[in-house]
């Protein structure tokens, strides 16, 4: 039910976490769902924050699954995938720091061998002029506020809307301007667009690289999301942060893909 606010309820509590809308909209698709990994995503994006209304049309029924990839995966840095207990998110964490990594990934010690050339993501993702137009107004059907992030200056002196960040400076100096906008019906809150757009910009200002290295299986407890240590100096990651892609596994080891992002200085 809706409370006078305006917020979703569940067990008299509101709910306008990400995470927990993420998971109320799970338990009412249908879907078999991983409710232990659910859970575990749920603290990690609970921090944005959801403030809408779900009706649907007087003759349609609203499709839980349909709304969470209309809604919520474009602004959140999820994916869902299907593990032997069902769907379940997979939260990248773009903004991963040394001393959050579960695990290191050690060419340099022998204790992993590089499978793969290194790949880069297409230039053409690139981003850096990033703009949300967000909390809809449905009495002036158009969304009342919008925030950017950009790395040109001159956007920034012309559109007061935009704030200068660190890693769309070192892209446009780089590559130009090259701008993505978007909307989203279901945010109201500055903070929860700043946060939408600053993992934005730690995912498409730079490109990123990928790589694939074989394992031992006592790495076993590596899945996708890990953020992890990468060392292999032979292509210049003596010791970078990544998330690991997909795990394959094979008799006597796996072979873990992780993408590494370009990280600018200062």
């Given at each position: 039910r809706w409370s006078g606010a305006g917020g979703l309820e569940r067990g008299g509590t509101e709910i306008r976490g990400a995470g927990e809308v993420l998971l109320w909209m799970l338990q009412r698709s249908g879907a078999r769902w991983d409710a232990g990994r659910t859970e575990a995503a749920r603290d990690l994006l609970d921090t944005y924050r959801i403030d809408t209304v779900i009706v649907a049309?007087?003759?349609?029924?609203?499709?839980?699954?349909?709304?969470?990839?209309e809604h919520l995966l474009p602004i959140?840095?999820?994916?869902?995938?299907t593990g032997p207990e069902g769907l379940y998110p997979v939260v990248w964490r773009w903004d991963a720091t040394a001393g959050d990594e579960i695990a290191s990934i050690d060419a340099d010690a022998d204790r992993a061998a590089r499978e793969s050339a290194v790949e880069y993501t297409s230039r053409a993702d690139v981003r850096n002029s990033l703009s949300l137009r967000y909390r809809w107004a449905a009495n002036r059907e158009t969304h009342a506020r919008r925030s950017g992030i950009t790395g040109d200056l001159d956007e920034l002196a012309q559109d007061s809307a935009f704030r200068e960040q660190l890693w769309c400076r070192h892209s446009f100096l780089r590559?130009?301007?090259?701008?993505l906008?978007?909307?989203?019906?279901?945010?109201?809150?500055?903070?929860?667009?700043?946060?939408?757009?600053?993992?934005?910009?730690?995912?498409?200002?730079?490109?990123a690289r990928r790589c694939q290295w074989s394992i031992s299986l006592d790495l076993a407890y590596?899945?996708?999301?890990?953020?992890?240590?990468?060392?292999?100096?032979?292509?210049?990651?003596?010791s970078v942060i990544g998330l690991v892609e997909a795990v394959r596994w094979r008799r006597r080891d796996a072979v873990v893909s992780v993408i590494v992002l370009d990280r600018p200085e200062g």
């Open positions: 049309d007087p003759k349609e029924r609203i499709r839980a699954l349909g709304w969470i990839r959140l840095p999820v994916t869902l995938r590559y130009g301007r090259r701008s906008e978007a909307t989203s019906d279901v945010i109201a809150e500055d903070g929860t667009a700043q946060a939408i757009l600053t993992w934005w910009a730690r995912r498409y200002a730079l490109p590596m899945e996708p999301g890990s953020v992890v240590e990468v060392r292999d100096t032979e292509i210049g990651m003596a």
